[in-house]
């Protein structure tokens, strides 16, 4: 074969991606990072874009710069060279000319590693949009679908004293991803959350989780735990304040037991976190976790046994700065904000927000409702899609299962009602009572605007329905909503989960005239009013905290963001229907 034929072989190949699948990782291959030593790799990177994906056709990751017939090659990357980065980051708010590119972006870095003793090491990613191509001293490690969730890499057999760590990251959209190429936010693209090497022993805990058990007698905390290697022995989980310590066998790697303890239960008011503790050999694990039993009793949602009324508001992860990356001090505003607007709830739309939201949540005594990204009308099917929406929701409560704020898992959102989707949706519910059976599990569903009802099949499968409704906005005719209420029987909790209207801040009018502030108060309103006549609504998130960007918002007083905030995009500006549903939820108990 010619020199240049060989050089150039990559021009001809169509299906360079096909062998990355066999490095692809799952939530069969995250570990548990909490109280874990950690190195950061946060921090610069270099980094170009690559929208022909020639990374991955040319196997520049190889970074062969000598050919087989000793000629020095013309490469045509230059990692060491190209301009640096800041990780975690979206490359859309950090450099002007990329505000809207979503292909292909290239991020490299040298780092050193010394081995202390007889370890395993693994990279961590907290989350990359969308998929991640990994490649560490010119071999390809992982590949990772999936732009919000964890996911782990072991590297033991790859890592030197010095390394060559280079990412793929395809932030594309595409119609069989999760979600698929029409949503109404924007992705981003990027390493956009925390990069790190985890050092384990030889043998580890790779998961454990504990949570009270839900039979209202409060009495009884559950404990699992799964070690990396199907190996027997014995683990100690301890917590003690409530004096517990307790030796627990472990056979084939799994352990489980259920032990007597009546904690102080974590609540809103009062979110008591317990230091827990679990061993294994020379591995030991901790976490701060709450115990509290969620429940639907009837139409009733129940805290520790006690009926609650959630007082909330959806949110996306967005920020008119950092874009999808965030940080402890916007999130404790988000909460500061919820509780001056005398709410309990927030829906973290519409897939995992970062693992931080959740303990902070725990901390501030905030509840929580979680979603993946199984959004509209995405491909249900495909297998490939299925798996990918199954993997999202596995590596979400692997992630946040021992966190007491989240109280339920959402399968998705506004999906229409064909038989593919139940199908796909109800054995989404199926793995979210698999994994975890402590919390409810819901969907945002949509009203049969044909007969006036709250109707959706996959209702049936839903501990509690999640419902988004337009009324006075996308739905006219305001006096339906009503109807719907009354004409709909059901056996099982209700939240509005979305309602709403546009309003530029500062864009003041007559309550008839859309996008004026009094226009939105005006529908929040008769929301409020229409929605407290129902018996089996037991919540709301309108839609939404903050407005967000959208680029397929484009009028004039939209310019790209979708302005159904509460709050405008500069997080401080709020609007009057702040203060509508502020004195709404103050009057409930
Ligand atoms: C839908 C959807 C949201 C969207 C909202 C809107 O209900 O769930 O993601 O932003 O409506 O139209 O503003």
Redesign the pocket.
């Known amino acids: 074969m010619s020199k240049i034929e060989n050089f150039n072989k990559d021009i001809h190949t169509l299906n360079y991606k096909e062998k990355y699948e066999n490095v692809r990782v799952t939530s069969n291959d995250l570990i548990k990072i909490e109280s874990r030593e950690v190195e950061s790799l946060n921090g610069l990177f270099h980094f170009s874009v690559d929208p022909y994906e020639t990374c991955l056709r040319a196997s520049w990751y190889q970074e062969k710069k000598i050919a087989d017939n000793g000629l020095k090659l013309p490469i045509d990357s230059d990692f060491e060279y190209w301009d640096e980065i800041n990780v975690p980051s979206c490359w859309n708010t950090e450099i002007k000319d990329l505000y809207l590119y979503e292909n292909m972006g290239l991020y490299f870095k040298q780092f050193d590693y010394l081995k202390k003793g007889k370890e395993r090491v693994f990279l961590h990613f907290e989350a990359v949009m969308y998929r991640a191509y990994v490649f560490l001293n010119g071999e390809p490690v992982a590949m990772h679908d999936g732009g919000s969730t964890p996911f782990s890499i072991e590297i033991t057999n790859y890592i030197k004293e010095n390394n060559r760590l280079i990412i793929a990251c395809d932030a594309s959209r595409s119609d069989d991803r999760v979600p698929m190429s029409n ?3 924007f992705n981003y693209g990027g390493i956009y959350r925390d990069i790190m090497l985890v050092r384990t022993p030889k043998t580890f805990i790779k998961d454990w989780s504990s949570y009270l058990v839900n039979d209202t007698n409060f009495s009884k905390i559950a404990f699992n735990l799964s070690l990396d290697k199907e190996v027997d022995g014995f683990c100690t989980f301890e917590i003690k304040e409530l004096g517990i310590k307790k030796e627990i066998k472990i056979v084939n790697g799994k352990a489980s037991d259920i032990l007597e303890a009546k904690p102080i239960l974590w609540d809103t008011d009062n979110p008591k976190l317990y230091d827990v503790s679990v061993t294994y050999k020379s591995d030991t694990l901790f976490e701060k976790i709450g115990f509290r039993e969620i429940k639907v009793d009837g139409l009733d949602v129940k805290l520790n046994g006690k009926s609650i009324y959630l007082k909330g508001v959806s949110v996306h992860e967005d920020h008119i700065d950092l874009g999808k990356t965030t940080n402890e001090e916007i999130i404790r505003n988000t909460i500061k904000d919820l509780k001056q607007m005398n709410g309990n709830f927030l829906r973290l ?2 897939y995992p927000h970062t693992r931080l939201f959740s303990k902070l949540a725990d901390e501030l005594g905030v509840l929580l409702w979680e979603e993946i990204p199984v ?2 009308a995405i491909n249900f099917d495909s297998k490939m899609t299925y798996l990918d929406a199954e993997n999202q929701l596995s590596e979400l409560i692997l992630r946040d299962r021992n966190r007491a704020s989240v109280i339920i898992w959402s399968v998705g ?2 999906n229409p009602d064909t038989d593919s989707r139940l199908e796909f949706m109800s054995k989404l519910v199926d793995k979210a009572k698999s994994l975890d059976p402590s919390r409810l599990v819901s969907a ?1 569903c949509l009203v049969n605007t044909t007969k006036l009802k709250l109707e959706d099949r996959l209702m049936d499968k839903l501990d509690i329905i999640g419902n ?1 409704e ?1 009324y006075g906005w ?1 739905e006219p005719r305001f006096e339906d909503l009503l109807t719907i209420f009354e004409n709909t029987e059901l056996d099982k909790p209700v939240i509005i989960t ?1 309602f ?1 209207a ?1 309003a530029k801040a500062n864009n003041h009018s007559t309550k008839d005239t859309m996008w004026s502030e009094e226009y939105q108060q005006d529908i929040y309103k008769k929301q409020f009013q229409t929605i407290s006549k129902s018996k089996y609504i037991k919540g709301t998130t309108p ?2 905290f903050y407005d967000f960007r ?1 680029v397929r918002r484009l009028n004039r007083y939209q310019k790209g963001f ?1 302005r ?1 905030g509460l709050i405008d995009s500069d997080r401080k500006t709020k609007k009057l229907a702040f203060y509508v549903t502020q004195e709404h939820y103050s009057k409930i108990k």
């Open positions: 949503t109404d936010w739309a519409h959004y509209w959102n506004e945002a988004n337009y996308y979305e709403g546009g839609w939404i959208a979708n159904k």
